[in-house]
Structure formats: structure tokens, C-alpha cells
């Protein structure tokens, strides 16, 4: 009992030691959380595999044992963007392409119905960083490097009830932190209330809008799953999460729309679980992500038709307003398939796939060039290591490729775009490694 509280705790530590970063794969989500997830594309909410079945459906806690988990994955995203500004076609690639994001969980059974535990992950993805190497001008035009970084981390203490031998329930109070930056937009002040004060990068030009250093933020929300046994070889999963409500961010509320507030999107999925033969079950999950209900996310970017007009007055406004410029992203469904094959005592092998549309239109191609997640299809593969030949201890790893995507659109003429002298354009494709180690009590 005393080592497995000592293992927990390195495992917490190891968590906010490591930088929080970035891992966008469905808009700023990621396609899964812990690698035996992550190996089956995330079709887990009726195949709980460890203590990080809560970041999905928490009633799966009941159904993994008494166990730690802790994961470290290596992402690498690879973004480049084309901006049309001036009329020319100013391109860059992303600076930043590799970061390390921790993950784990914790479960215990407090009697033969109720179980408990914790789970900790991250959401990231608006994580780039553009040189100036356009004859020292960033591709929005200004004599800087230009990017953003927002991260988010989650605490999810869980409880899960066994209503019978065939279902459960189950509730995650979900505790989120989030941080951000911004820098090189000082050629976007003009598109807030206070303007550019005695021009772009002065002192008030840059205030509530960048170059302002980090900010964070805390907010609530509570996630609910159901899980249900059907059969001896089908097993159904349920859950929605709320809204998680965050503080705004105060540096930058002439930045994000209803004066920087930037809450966690609702979201939920469904799953089936089969048994198809004694070693192999496959997974198939739905999962929405409602980004249409948070306004710095869903609201229209800049006008993107002709005319020398950046702000539509009936759908945009002035930036950091209630009806303030966004990142356009539409609601998000993505559809997941996974397969497990139990091969011996020490080893299981797993795949998947998933695909989705990306959420971002040609018309807000703009602000996106700050958030190029326009992924669509994944590919995923992993296994299972159990040393001992034991259901004690095991190594997990996971490896995914996000297929290459773009999308181009206009390049506003309010900021300088030419009609027929190009388009602006972003792309990206993803590779990860996750290693996770577990331990059952």
C-alpha cells in the first residue's frame, strides 16, 4: 500500500513537471488520452482499458482494477502556412514541432460497488511559432515572430457505481487549468475597441491583444458516463461533458471574443464494444465536440469578400466584443474504430483509425494560420508488455500518424489581400510516440 501512494505521487509530480504543450488532432482535442487509448484511435468509451478511461467515460473506472498508470508522449506536429498579404505569397513553417505531454491516473475500489480514482490529461494545439523571414516580416506583416501557445490541463476525480452486475455509472468533476500567449499580432489593433494607441506595437496598440506574456485561467465542469453489459460479448458506453466554464483571460480580453474568456467546449460520445473471437474485440466510437457554443472559437474571422472591409458588422465585430472575431471552427464529429488482440500472458497488439472533417472553412483561413488544425484522418498501432507474464505490471506504447491536410481561402483585402494574386493557405501532419508504464495493486 505505501509504494503503490509513493508511485502515485511520482506520478502527480511527474505531471506538472513536464511543460504543458500542445496536442491538436480533432480541432484542438486529442484523438486520445494514455497509449492504450491513443492505440485504438480513442474508441474507448465502452472499452476501458486503465485509469484514463475517465477522460472519457467515467462509469469505465469501475471495470480496469486498482491500478496507477503513467504516460509520456512525444507529439510532433508539422504546420506551414502561406499568407497572401500585400499580394504576395509570404510562407513559413512553424518553429515549434515537438513537445513531451504527460498523462496518468489512478483507481481504488472502496468496496464491491463504488470505486474511485483520479485522471489528469492535457488539451492543447494552438501552439506556433512563425520567424519573420519574409524579408523580416511575419506573415501578418508585422517586424516580429508571430505565434500563440494555449494549453490546457485537466483533473478529473472520479467516482463509479455499480448498479448491478451488467451496468454502471459513473461522475468526474472536471478541473481545469489553462494558460496562454500571443505575440506578433500588433497589426491587429486596429480591430479592437481601445485601437492602436499612437500605432502598432505601442504600449496600448499591444494591450489586451499580445505580446503580453502568459496568462491562466481555472474553470469547473462535471462529465457523466453510463457503461452496460449486454451480453456476455457486447458491451455499449455513454458520456457527455459539460461546458468547463474558465475565467477569462485579462491580458488578452481585446484578443478573444466576450472579453477573453475562452471556455472548454462540450462534448460527448457513444460506443460499442464486441467480442468477435476469444483474443480479439473491436471498438467503434462517435464523438461530437461542440466548438460552436464557445464564441472565441466559433465566431467568423475577418471579412474575407471584396471590398477594402475587414469587420462585417451583422457577423463580426471589433475584437474581444461579445460579437468579437474568432477562429470560425464549426462542431467537430469524429468517427473512431480500434481493435485489441490478446496474443499471449505478456504481449497484446493493437490498431486503429479515425477520421473527421476539420473544422475550419476557406472563408477563416486568417486567424487559422495561428491554429492550422486541419487533420483529418489518423492512423494508430501499439501494444502491450506484461514482463512477468502477470496481470501485475506492464509497459504501453502507441504510435499515430495524423495524414497530411490543408486548407486555403482569401486573404482579406482590409489587411492587404489581392483578389487573384493568391491565396493564403495552411497545412499539417502529425506523428506521436506514447510509453506508458502501469501498475496493479
Known sequence: ????????????AATFMVPMSASATNGYFGIAYGAKARAVAGASTALPQDSMAAAVNPAGMAHVGERADLNVEVFSPIRNATSAMGGGNL???????????PSGGYVRNIDDQLTAGITI???????TSYDNDNGGFNLFGAQTTLGVDLAQLIF???????????????????????????????????????????????????????????????????RVGWQGKMSDNVTLGAAYSSKIYMDE??????????????????????????????????????????????????????YTANGGVVLDVVNRGQLGTDNGLGFGWDDM???????VYE??????????????????????????????????????????????????????????????????????????????AGQSRIGMYQNAVEIGYSWKF
Open 1 to 12: 500500500m505505501k509504494s503503490s501512494k509513493h508511485l502515485l505521487a511520482a506520478a502527480v
Open 91 to 101: 510562407r513559413s513553417d512553424s518553429g515549434m514541432n515537438g513537445f513531451i505531454i
Open 121 to 127: 490529461y492535457a488539451n492543447g494545439g494552438m501552439n
Open 156 to 222: 478529473a476525480p472520479t467516482i463509479a457505481y455499480k448498479l448491478n452486475d451488467n451496468h454502471t455509472v459513473g461522475a468526474s468533476l472536471l478541473v481545469g487549468y489553462q494558460r496562454f500567449k500571443a505575440y506578433g499580432l500588433q497589426n491587429f489593433c486596429a480591430l479592437k475597441a481601445s485601437g492602436c494607441g499612437t500605432g502598432p506595437g505601442s504600449a496600448v496598440g499591444n494591450s489586451g491583444l499580445t505580446n503580453q506574456g502568459y496568462d491562466d485561467a481555472w474553470g469547473y465542469g462535471l
Open 249 to 302: 483571460f485579462s491580458k488578452y480580453d481585446e484578443l478573444f471574443a466576450e472579453q477573453g474568456d475562452f471556455d472548454i467546449p462540450a462534448n460527448w460520445s457513444i460506443g460499442i464494444a464486441a467480442k468477435v473471437t476469444p483474443k480479439t474485440t473491436v471498438s467503434f466510437d462517435i464523438q461530437q465536440i461542440d466548438y460552436s457554443d464557445v464564441k472565441a472559437i466559433a465566431n467568423e474571422g475577418p
Open 333 to 339: 464529429t469524429i468517427f473512431k474504430l480500434g481493435m
Open 343 to 420: 496474443h499471449d500472458a505478456h504481449f497484446t497488439y493493437r490498431l486503429g483509425v479515425s477520421h473527421t472533417e476539420q473544422p475550419i472553412d476557406k472563408n477563416n483561413i486568417t486567424f487559422n494560420i495561428l491554429a492550422p488544425a486541419v487533420v483529418e484522418n489518423h492512423v494508430t498501432a501499439g501494444f502491450t508488455y506484461r514482463p512477468t507474464g502477470k496481470d501485475d505490471n506492464e509497459v504501453n506504447v502507441a504510435f499515430m500518424h495524423a495524414l497530411h491536410n490543408e486548407e486555403r481561402g482569401d486573404f482579406p483585402q482590409g489587411f492587404g489581400g489581392t483578389p487573384g
